[in-house]
């Protein structure tokens, strides 16, 4: 994996997105921003990354991922694979369905996955140093850079959708204490639930991703 770093970027995810639509980056390729300004959050609000916070976005073929793995649950698996290294080192974040990384109930940082034809982009942000009031920040010290690298070791291991799932089937159960936003509407999780591919049944509807 090819990983580019830059001081200071509007959007990691936008910039690849463009790249690779465009045909001036083929996967694998990474970029990381030291800061980054003008990021996309949750239901395409705006998720902005103060200096030495984690932002970053890759591009890899889907064809690259263990078989197994749901295209439409790939925000999923990534975030999976990122709560796994950052738990190995004694963080206790989790991932909140489908994409969000908590501390206890304050977000931190969350995942998001753009698909072009056979080609997955993903971008992570983490707060690593600094965070706005109403969010949190990781509870272990790791720098951007090395939390890159070892997104990305354990990224190579090609762990299986089953086993990815079966730690996120059990952190679901701490999303079922929250709310959704879905068609404009606030919708409690506590009765949601979770299918074998991520995506969720609520009020009689299946659903595999809010963003």
């Given at each position: 994996?090819?990983?580019?770093?830059?001081e200071?970027?509007?959007?990691?995810?936008?910039?690849?997105?463009?790249?690779?639509?465009?045909?001036?980056?083929?996967?694998?390729?990474?970029?990381?921003?030291?800061?980054?300004?003008?990021?996309i959050?949750?239901?395409?609000?705006?998720?902005?990354?103060?200096?030495?916070?984690?932002?970053?976005?890759?591009?890899?073929?889907?064809?690259?991922?263990p078989?197994d793995?749901?295209?439409?649950?790939?925000?999923?698996?990534?975030?999976?694979?990122?709560?796994?290294?950052?738990?190995?080192?004694?963080?206790?974040?989790?991932?909140?369905?489908?994409?969000?990384?908590?501390?206890?109930?304050?977000?931190?940082?969350?995942?998001?996955?753009?698909?072009?034809?056979?080609?997955?982009?993903?971008?992570?942000?983490?707060?690593?140093?600094?965070?706005?009031?109403?969010?949190?920040?990781?509870?272990?010290?790791?720098?951007?850079?090395?939390a890159?690298?070892?997104?990305?070791?354990?990224?190579?291991?090609?762990?299986?959708?089953?086993?990815?799932?079966?730690?996120?089937?059990?952190?679901?159960?701490?999303?079922?204490?929250?709310?959704?936003?879905?068609?404009?509407?606030?919708i409690?999780?506590?009765?949601?639930?979770?299918?074998?591919?991520?995506?969720?049944?609520?009020?009689?509807?299946?659903?595999?991703?809010?963003?």
């Open positions: 994996m090819q990983i580019k770093f830059v200071q970027i509007a959007s990691t995810q936008k910039f690849l997105v463009d790249a690779v639509r465009e045909g001036r980056i083929a996967p694998p390729f990474a970029i990381a921003a030291d800061r980054q300004i003008a990021g959050g949750s239901r395409g609000n705006g998720w902005q990354s103060a200096s030495g916070n984690l932002a970053f976005s890759f591009c890899v073929q889907q064809r690259d991922l078989a793995v749901p295209p439409q649950s790939a925000s999923i698996y990534f975030a999976m694979i990122m709560q796994e290294f950052l738990a190995s080192l004694g963080s206790q974040l989790w991932l909140k369905w489908p994409n969000d990384f908590y501390l206890s109930e304050r977000k931190i940082g969350g995942a998001m996955t753009n698909k072009i034809k056979n080609t997955l982009i993903c971008g992570i942000g983490i707060n690593l140093l600094g965070a706005p009031e109403y969010a949190g920040i990781l509870d272990i010290k790791i720098s951007a850079k090395d890159i690298e070892g997104f990305f070791a354990l990224y190579e291991n090609k762990i299986s959708w089953k086993q990815i799932f079966r730690n996120f089937s059990l952190q679901f159960q701490k999303s079922q204490k929250f709310s959704v936003h879905l068609g404009g509407e606030k409690s999780l506590a009765q949601a639930k979770l299918c074998e591919d991520g995506s969720i049944i609520i009020n009689e509807e299946r659903v595999y991703a809010l963003r």
